[in-house]
């Protein structure tokens, strides 16, 4: 406790990191403010139907990633999420498309044009997400909601200005995420989520609490036996997060004047979970597009067996598609940020090679064949972690404390507190104070959090 409470005046003793880390909370109130400004047009007092609908299944996620934002109706209602989907085409077509492949290698000046087609295609994606809302909206809610039509349907007007508030809130969300990349601490877009996700723990824990307690025999106990499973699976997630397979790499001597360089054993760290939560994001953008569609198809058809599947979380055809999704998009994703090639070819460069390997073609087949095996149960523990919450929800666990237990939330939590320790323990030990740990060092995921910022 001692230890805690001297870092945290040493953290305020440092000013660019005091500036920034006070910057980045003004931001989150920013944010969490506007989570609760109505559409113009809407009355407040009439969200009990919209409210109910995302307490659970998909929309629930969706209304948790929000921050609340959702189910309020809000100007952030689509919160960061279009962006992500945004994020996640591009980078498809970084994989497929010759002119965002020669992007890619043009350095900075590639990155901001990637990140200018980025923002263009995500008032593209909120432009068709803005009025799949809007319709739940007037099917959710009961007519005098709309304040100004007195009853009557809204017309084009209200359904053109929403569009347009959904739109410039979702890109208003992104310059907050960015300005806290840029001047604040941590990843923007990845604390913005955090923030929305941490915002709906409270009501959960507290409802699950007194859930439990109006249950006959042991039902605290049962509560007490959730927070423990709860304990274990965040510590499995960090362990996931953090986990490497260190590969030995022997560096040449090499004497440059009067200086000898190089001539020790260092190690290669390869993660175990090299892409991250990416992979959940990704197949959980798809998993959103029954969602968008059945914005706009007939109240019939939605209850049919194929959307029902697929708009429940809960059911096991949908918890099958999305783990072997996961697993897809993990094998994709680790392609993507670890180029064995290019490792291979760094290290040659740079005087060293794996003992008892070859430098070049066959370094790279090596590293490429190590990433493979430690990918695949790092793949299949992650779409475990993924479809955890459904599982939890087998034993009488509530929908919103369930999602607390993995998938996207638990491992976004862990992820990104971890990078965001890793930021300040790097300010700290910059400017020669003890870090967060007694070791000094605290393993975060692979630089940015989630490759979408």
Avoid at 121 to 136: R, S
Wanted: proline share 4%; net charge positive.
């Amino acid at each position: 406790m001692k230890r805690f409470i001297e870092t945290i005046k040493n953290i305020f003793k440092i000013e660019e990191l005091r500036k920034r880390i006070l910057y980045t909370l003004g931001i989150i109130v920013i944010y969490r403010i506007g989570s609760f400004i109505v559409l113009p047009g809407i009355d407040p007092t009439q969200l009990a139907n919209l409210q109910s609908q995302t307490s659970d299944g998909l929309l629930g996620l969706l209304n948790m990633f929000s921050g609340g934002a959702f189910s309020n109706a809000s100007v952030f209602a689509l919160g960061i999420m279009p962006y992500i989907s945004a994020s996640i085409i591009i980078q498809l077509f970084g994989m497929a498309i010759p002119y965002f492949q020669k992007l890619q290698k043009e350095g900075e000046s590639g990155r901001r044009k990637m990140n200018q087609i980025t923002r263009v295609l995500t008032i593209a994606v909120t432009a068709l997400q803005a009025p799949a809302y809007l319709t739940n909206l007037t099917t959710q809610l009961p007519a005098e909601a709309f304040i100004p039509f007195n009853g009557a349907n809204p017309g084009a007007f209200f359904w053109i200005s929403s569009c347009i508030l959904l739109t410039a809130g979702t890109l208003f969300v992104m310059w907050l995420g960015e300005r806290i990349t840029d001047n604040g601490i941590g990843n923007g877009i990845s604390l913005i989520i955090m923030i929305g996700i941490i915002a709906r723990l409270p009501f959960a824990l507290f409802g699950e609490f007194v859930s439990r307690l109006e249950q006959q025999g042991g039902g605290l106990v049962v509560f007490l036996l959730e927070l423990v499973v709860l304990i274990v699976v965040i510590l499995l997630c960090i362990l996931l997060v953090q986990g490497t397979r260190r590969i030995p790499v022997q560096y040449a001597k090499r004497i440059v004047g009067n200086k000898q360089y190089g001539g020790v054993r260092q190690y290669l760290p390869l993660k175990v979970n090299a892409a991250g939560v990416m992979p959940i994001i990704f197949a959980q953008a798809i998993m959103f597009i029954p969602v968008t569609i059945a914005g706009f198809a007939s109240p019939e058809s939605v209850n049919s067996g194929f959307w029902r599947v697929f708009m429940d979380f809960n059911s096991f055809g949908y918890n099958l598609v999305f783990a072997l999704m996961i697993i897809m998009f993990t094998y994709f994703y680790t392609a993507i940020t670890m180029n064995s090639q290019q490792i291979a070819e760094d290290l040659k460069k740079n005087g060293g090679f794996i003992p008892g390997i070859k430098p070049g073609k066959r370094t790279a087949e090596f590293i490429d064949d190590v990433i493979s095996h430690i990918t695949l149960p790092g793949s299949i523990f992650l779409a475990l972690v993924a479809v955890l919450p459904a599982i939890v929800r087998i034993f009488g666990v509530s929908t919103q404390f369930a999602q607390f237990y993995g998938g996207t939330s638990l491992l976004i939590l862990v992820g990104v507190v971890l990078d965001t320790l890793q930021q300040i323990e790097s300010h700290l030990l910059m400017r020669h104070y003890d870090g967060l740990t007694k070791s000094g060092r605290i393993k975060g995921r692979m630089g940015g959090a989630y490759g979408v910022a």
